[in-house]
């Protein structure tokens, strides 16, 4: 077996290279984002080999195929770190019923929500839950995205769960991105449950005693994540989940603060996750906490916008305490039915304040970290896997800029070529 040529990027106008340790940007650092001209990138193996003038790698590597950048922009392919991406069916009725002044909560409350994908999820087969993600997840190159990770949580039962992680993996084994996949078996308490008089304690129960450790036994998971909100899960319920969780050797995510503050915060940073998500209700003492430690704030203005709600995360406030924001779709049927990572991205601009390149980082190397890969994507740089996004852009500001309709012309995974 030979090995593949190497490839040679050239005539970028850009390469946003993100570089710098394996681990996320905080504070101030976020500002960086490692932006360079006049530099060829060579990729051998599927792996960044060298960043350097395009004179020299063309003389030193004249057996590697030429990829002409047209004056465009390279970037790390985009990390996707937080989506809900198999699911049985739309939920656009209750959009329309949010539009109409009922709560998400309270949709929660009456059956709808969490509750009808769960229904949905339990009388679909896994082929067609497969098959389903698949088509929806073609959209990826078009974004620029090259890893996304995705959640379970419509099934909330043993079998189910295992149902919907299954299918994650065999998403993962069909499409050319890197899948992370996720336990949230904490989702919701299930409507068979929430009968009986000790049903809460039972689930947090089942979750924790015989879902995560199967999840675990099986592999199907890296990661575990609870929705911790008042109504779903307590923080006390969460942390009994992310305890046993750690104790199975899963990774530790957490839905915190997103529409009440529930100490999510602090709790994601007690238990030592990777990343606390969503947090647009975040207290002052929750944006220290998170200040203070590796814990990833994962933000996801996507959502709000969808719910119709005005308040967003404070963006600002976390990267001015010097904490490490990442940017993510939360793709889901209920409050986020997008992939446009890009569109977030302006979001990330317009609504968030960030920077461009704040909010490229918060989609590259801070996505990475958030999903546990920070020393193998989100960077453009030697030994990093040549996970790539090329933009019809002359300027990085350009990727948030055309908002709706991104200019990402082509991907790569792993140094191979993946076009929208
Ligand atoms: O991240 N907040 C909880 N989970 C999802 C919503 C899932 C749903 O409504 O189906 C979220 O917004
Ligand atoms: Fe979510």
């Not at 990729?43 to 063309?58: H, T």
């Not at 919907?164 to 308490?189: D, F, G, K, W």
């Not at 689930?203 to 036994?217: K, S, T």
């Not at 990093?384 to 709706?404: F, Q, S, T």
């Amino acid at each position: 077996v030979t090995a593949a040529a190497p490839l040679l990027f050239v005539d970028a106008a850009e390469v946003v290279t993100c570089a710098g340790p394996a681990a996320a940007r905080r504070g101030a650092a976020m500002a960086d984002a490692g932006v360079r001209r006049g530099v060829a990138v060579l990729v051998r193996d599927g792996r960044v080999a060298a960043i350097d003038a395009p004179a020299a790698l063309r003389r030193d590597h004249p057996d590697a195929t030429v990829v002409d950048c047209a004056g465009g922009v390279l970037t790390p392919g985009l990390v996707d770190s937080h989506t809900h991406a198999v699911f049985a069916a739309p939920r656009a009725a209750e959009h329309e019923l949010r539009a109409s002044g009922v709560g998400y909560l309270e949709i929660a409350a009456r059956g709808g929500g969490i509750h009808r994908s769960v229904r949905d999820l339990r009388a679909t087969p896994e082929d067609t839950l497969v098959a389903d993600a698949v088509a929806r997840l073609a959209v990826l190159p078009r974004h620029g995205v090259t890893t996304i990770e995705i959640k379970s949580g419509y099934g909330l039962s043993l079998d189910a769960e295992r149902t919907q992680l299954r299918a994650i993996a065999r998403v993962a084994a069909t499409i050319p991105q890197r899948v992370v996949p996720t336990c949230l078996a904490a989702h919701e308490v299930p409507l068979e449950f929430r009968d009986r008089p000790d049903g809460r304690a039972e689930y947090v129960r089942l979750v924790a005693e015989e879902i995560l450790p199967a999840v675990a036994r099986e592999r199907l998971a890296t990661f575990a994540d609870v929705f911790c909100e008042p109504g779903v899960f307590t923080a006390a319920e969460a942390r009994t989940v992310l305890d046993a969780a750690a104790a199975v050797g899963l990774g530790r995510k957490l839905h915190a603060d997103e529409l009440h503050d529930g100490d999510g915060a602090a709790l994601a940073v007690a238990v030592s996750a990777t990343s606390a998500d969503h947090l647009a209700a975040i207290s002052a003492t929750g944006i220290a906490a998170l200040a203070a430690a590796p814990t990833v704030a994962t933000l996801l203005p996507a959502t709000m916008l969808f719910l119709g709600r005005d308040r967003q995360a404070p963006a600002r406030p976390l990267i001015e305490a010097g904490a490490a924001v990442a940017l993510a779709t939360d793709f889901n049927p209920g409050t986020s039915p997008t992939l446009n990572l890009p569109l977030v991205l302006t979001l990330g601009v317009s609504v968030l304040h960030l920077s461009a390149a704040e909010a490229l980082v918060a989609a590259t190397v801070n996505g990475a970290a958030a999903s546990g890969l920070a020393d193998r994507t989100g960077q453009v740089a030697p030994g990093y896997d040549a996970d790539l996004a090329l933009w019809g852009v002359p300027d990085h500001r350009e990727i948030p800029y055309w908002y709706g309709a991104p200019p990402c012309t082509a991907t790569w995974v792993r140094g191979k070529l993946v076009t929208p």
